[in-house]
Nanobody, 121 residues
Framework: QVQLVESGGGLVQPGGSLRLSCAAS????????MGWYRQAPGKQRELVAE???????NYADSVKGRFTISRDNGKNTVYLQMNSLKPEDTAVYYC???????????????WGQGTQVTVSS
């Protein structure tokens, strides 16, 4: 089985920063991509950012220039540095990973349990 464990959420004032971490463990051959999604109350889950094993990144327009995604392939860990946070960034943030358990197996999507980020004064 594969587990994704997130950490780093919390309450922050507008303009502040937070760093989210997500560590994958279990039966893992490779992970591609790793990413972060978020879901605000009454809204659909949306992609925030994702990163391939080679380091290519993709960001939602709403976070470009403010958020930075990175990963440590040796630790199967992905990070999301969030700067200049706005109230509209308030949501539950979910880690996502496309995991292959062997070189011949297909990739399956796994999700973390979610971590709350609240931006409020």
């Amino acid at each position: 089985q594969v587990q994704l464990v997130e950490s780093g959420g919390g309450l922050v004032q507008p303009g502040g920063s937070l760093r989210l971490s997500c560590a994958a463990s279990g039966s893992i051959f490779s992970i591609n991509p790793m990413g972060w999604y978020r879901q605000a109350p009454g809204k659909q889950r949306e992609l925030v950012a994702e990163i391939t094993s080679g380091g290519s990144t993709n960001y939602a327009d709403s976070v470009k220039g403010r958020f930075t995604i990175s990963r440590d392939n040796g630790k199967n860990t992905v990070y999301l540095q969030m700067n200049s946070l706005k109230p509209e960034d308030t949501a539950v943030y979910y880690c996502n990973a496309g995991v292959r358990k062997s070189w011949s197996s297909p990739a399956y999507q796994y999700w973390g349990q979610g971590t709350q980020v609240t931006v409020s004064s």
